[in-house]
């Protein structure tokens, strides 16, 4: 492919992340703000170019050590249930923004210490970065089949890394406050992260289905290499544990690596997103390696006796068969691997750089005299600078250093050199009794002992691995069957912890290690009142504070925070004595712009510390403990009464309303009882006064009372069934009838009346099988209420429609009907007994006002349902029954039948 052309199109692709940082900046919106898959694909910044090209190079050369690097992150990743949140709430409470910040506040908020993390961090990850460049200069070069350059001005990686640094101290330091989270990058990171499996998967389908026939074929063919049985085996007990301190390796990189601790910890938006994380971050880690076998030892049949980088099969084996798509692809994906990478490499080091190192350390004095806007301007400058130099020397050390060292060895260096920060880190959550004695001290002979058998044996000619252990005394220590890297990691680790673990077991902490000791251990004890954990003894004042907090956050945002505290505490305006937790709060406040250390050492400047004994924290720390465990759970039997008494005064209208609902239910009965009796009463005085009133209409009169009569037995047979629904007292025969046929004998009574209204009724019947488990008079009586109440509030020459159909194991039957709907309020009611609508067609009631209630009943007591919804023409009706009514519902209609919460319609707003 022509270099122009593939500049051009590398160009495009930084362009499109360009444009979905900023639209994912601009419009926020829950896509990308709350969305846990984005949180997820973010974490994948783990896999760099070493995976996309150091692994099949380690496939293909030592066989089954590549996937070391992966198995550890996924056996330990389901842990972060536990460990991520509580550092995540640690990270939170205390606005911390980098891996620095986090170890050196456990151990007393050491400036010193935060500067040594931050040089480990930078020492580590810049070699990192520069393989990233190298992987991208390489990769450019092959696919345009152009020769690498010694003249960076005519290298293309000079120009794409520069478009990186120009993307990162842009979206990288759009926030003065290091732990905001930068939404647009994180977008951009898990879009690419997506891109990158995608195109990887793409390479795996070619190679195993377009090259080869298949897994079994290249088995087949790759067992024939002469090495193929030695590099797919652990190679024996020494080659396992090779294998396991590899593991361990890499289980400690993804907690450690800066990149990992700021996708990670930093942005994390919702505790929540991390039981996302869990599965599909490994899983992701397990899509991405299932090809990398067949990729490695697929190149290593084509290119066999050929002498190829084993690390651009992926390249190599798509331009060998002419697919020029699949390799500009897995370039891309590559390149998206690298610029992830570099980013948020780039940025958590400049924030370490800027936070731990430059600031703490020179720039402190000169913030004390400078105005919000300068500082802010001279802390983002400080930032950006940091990018590029960091890129820089990155690129510089690609150049001059690490052009032909294999992607693998150099990032096992780095994974190598973090993890002396483990013993520290872990035992900043899990351990009371580490000290800052102790962490520095392991961190710093770490470090040595990985300098002297790793970093000067990869990087200088004239020194040899071997070199270290044959001196006198490391030869003692020398393990013969554990390979470099494996042993230094050992080594190291192992001289580190002890250090760490027993220059702390036999020192005593001062008091604000022991202070944060308790904040971090026992974080979820003090994460709603975490300022009153904080132990401050001395004197101070809120104005002199509030001067620094101005310097940094100007005159309004320092008014709302003081606001914001004193509306927390409950505290006035009145006295100017600040107390430990405004210390902490403002402490706080500064940390995310200027780091903790340096935090601590402006607050420090304008206040007056007490030396506080440690018997003292201890005291402090328990009776704050209490207090806050007392407070707990006053606020919890506070929240009880208050829901209690939300509940009594719910039920005091519920009680008012029903018993409003029953005065006008009697009422209303009342009054159709006494209709037909005075109707009855003034007939029958006629007829006895009038002894020779004509037969004829005599007979009218006599046809009347008997009309009457039956309308006054309907009202009162309408009570006793309900009275008897609420007992117990009327048994389900349920047995097998056919639904269509028990519809048409509810609705044959009912045809004449819907042609004196001109109304129209249709079927529609969507079963294939009619035939249900019912008690069939029941049902009738149900779809006659129904068809009844349909009747009514149907205009004339309006519709009825009947609609049977299954619904999710259900018989569903539809009643619509056209006409008045129902009014909104009405509906959470209209099944209850005593309930009227408020805005009835009628002032009173025609029947009962007690047919829906009956209805929701019987349904209920069939174990289905009964609904109501407003359509815009009309009501709908939905009853719901079993297509399977167990034994147990073969009995008793009764009250627990019958107690769901009602849905829907109510029984006097249609009847």
């Not at 251990?521 to 904080?534: G, L, R, S």
Request: hydrophobic letters at 45%; proline letters at 3%; one cysteine or more.
């Amino acid at each position: 492919m022509n270099s122009y052309l593939l500049f051009a199109l590398v160009v495009l692709y930084l362009g499109l992340l360009f444009f979905i940082a900023y639209f994912a900046e601009k419009r926020r919106s829950s896509f990308w703000v709350n969305n846990p898959y984005v949180y997820a694909l973010s974490l994948a910044v783990y896999c760099s170019a070493w995976t996309y090209y150091g692994s099949i190079g380690v496939a293909a050369n030592q066989g089954l050590e590549y996937m070391a690097i992966y198995i550890g992150p996924i056996i330990i990743i389901p842990s972060w249930i536990y460990i991520n949140s509580k550092i995540i709430r640690i990270s939170r409470v205390n606005k911390i923004s980098s891996i620095a910040d986090f170890i050196s506040l456990r151990y007393g908020n050491s400036r010193s210490l935060s500067a040594i993390i931050a040089l480990v961090c930078m020492f580590a990850i810049i070699p990192y970065i520069g393989l990233q460049i190298k992987a991208i200069s390489e990769t450019f070069h092959l696919i345009t089949e152009t020769d690498q350059t010694s003249n960076m001005f005519f290298d293309s990686a000079t120009y794409v890394v520069l478009i990186i640094a120009l993307f990162s101290s842009y979206y990288g330091t759009k926030y003065v406050d290091a732990s905001e989270k930068r939404l647009g990058i994180i977008s951009a990171i898990a879009v690419e992260s997506f891109l990158k499996l995608i195109f990887f998967i793409i390479l795996g389908i070619f190679v195993v289905y377009g090259v080869f026939n298949g897994f079994e074929d290249i088995y087949k063919q790759a067992e024939k290499l002469p090495d193929f049985a030695t590099k797919n085996s652990f190679n024996g007990l020494e080659g396992g544990f090779n294998w396991f301190l590899l593991s361990m390796l890499s289980m400690s990189a993804i907690f450690l690596l800066p990149r990992q601790f700021h996708t990670a910890i930093i942005e994390n938006r919702k505790e929540k997103h991390i039981r996302t994380a869990i599965w599909l971050f490994p899983l992701y880690l397990l899509i991405f390696n299932f090809f990398v076998f067949p990729i490695a030892w697929g190149g290593k049949i084509l290119f066999f006796g050929e002498n190829v980088n084993p690390e651009l099969y992926s390249i190599l084996i798509p331009q060998k068969f002419g697919n020029t798509v699949i390799s500009t692809m897995v370039f891309f994906g590559g390149l998206s691997a690298c610029i992830s990478m570099i980013i948020i490499s780039s940025i958590s080091l400049s924030i370490m750089l800027s936070n731990n190192i430059i600031i703490p350390y020179g720039w402190l004095d000169k913030f004390k005299f400078s105005s919000e806007t300068d500082n802010t301007k001279n802390i983002v400058n400080i930032r950006k600078i940091s990018i590029f130099l960091l890129i820089l020397i990155s690129f510089i050390f690609y150049k001059y250093y690490i052009l032909g060292k294999s992607l693998f060895s150099i990032g096992l260096v780095s994974f190598v050199l973090i993890a002396q920060l483990a013993p520290s880190f872990f035992g900043a959550i899990f351990w009371r009794r580490g000290t800052y004695l102790g962490s520095m001290t392991g961190i710093i002979v770490g470090v040595v002992i990985c300098y002297l058998g790793l970093v000067l044996p990869s990087f200088s000619e004239n020194y040899h691995q071997s070199n270290f252990f044959n001196h006198a005394f490391f030869s003692f220590f020398n393990i013969p069957y554990l390979s470099p890297i494996p042993q230094i990691f050992f080594w190291s680790v192992l001289v580190n912890g002890l250090l760490f673990t027993i220059i702390s077991a036999n020192k005593v902490s001062d008091y604000r290690e022991r202070n944060y000791a308790e904040i971090y251990v026992d974080i979820n004890d003090y994460i709603q009142n975490h300022e009153n954990a904080y132990i401050w003894k001395g004197t101070a004042n809120v104005s002199d504070i509030q001067r620094i907090l101005v310097k940094f956050l100007g005159e309004k945002k320092t008014e709302q925070a003081l606001k914001i505290f004193n509306l927390k505490y409950k505290i006035t305006n009145d006295s100017d004595t600040a107390d430990s937790r405004f210390i902490k709060f403002s402490e706080n406040l500064l940390s995310g712009r200027i780091g903790t250390a340096s935090a601590k050492i402006l607050i420090e400047g304008v206040t007056k510390e007490d030396k506080i004994s440690l018997p003292e924290v201890l005291k402090i720390l328990e009776e704050s403990k209490e207090n806050i465990s007392i407070n707990k759970q006053l606020s919890e039997q506070s929240s009880q009464l208050l829901k209690l008494s939300d509940d009594l005064q719910n039920a005091n209208k519920n009680l008012i309303v029903k018993d409003k609902q029953k005065d006008d239910f009697l009422d209303s009965v009342a009054h159709e009882l006494r209709t037909p009796l005075t109707a009855i009463r003034a007939t029958s005085e006629i007829l006895l006064d009038d002894e020779e009133m004509p037969a004829e209409l005599k007979k009218d009169f006599l046809e009347n009372i008997i009309s009457e009569s039956d309308r006054l037995s309907e009202i009162i047979n309408d009570i006793l069934y309900l009275d008897k629904l609420e007992t117990g007292n009327i048994p389900l025969n349920i047995q097998s009838f056919n639904i269509i046929q028990t519809f048409h004998k509810s609705v044959k009574p009912l045809l004449h009346l819907f042609e004196q209204r001109s109304l129209h009724h249709s079927e529609v019947n969507l079963l294939e099988n009619e035939i249900f488990e019912y008690d069939e008079p029941r049902m009738i009586q149900v779809f006659q209420n129904i068809l009844g109440n349909a009747l009514k509030f149907t205009n004339e020459q309006g519709m009825i429609q009947t609609k049977f159909q299954k619904h999710e194991n259900q018989l569903k039957i539809s009643i619509f009907n056209t006409g008045k709907i129902i009014p909104t309020e009405d509906l959470a009611y209209i099944f209850e007994k005593f309930y009227q609508s408020k805005n009835q067609n009628l002032q009173k009631p025609t029947g009962s006002g007690l047919g829906l209630a009956i209805c929701k009943k019987i349904m209920l007591a069939h174990g289905g349902d009964i609904l109501v919804k407003n359509k815009e023409i009309g009501v709908t009706f939905e009853i719901f029954l079993p297509t399977y009514i167990s034994k147990e519902n073969d009995g008793l209609i009764t009250e627990d039948n019958t107690n769901k919460e009602p849905e829907g319609f109510n029984n006097n707003s249609r009847m």
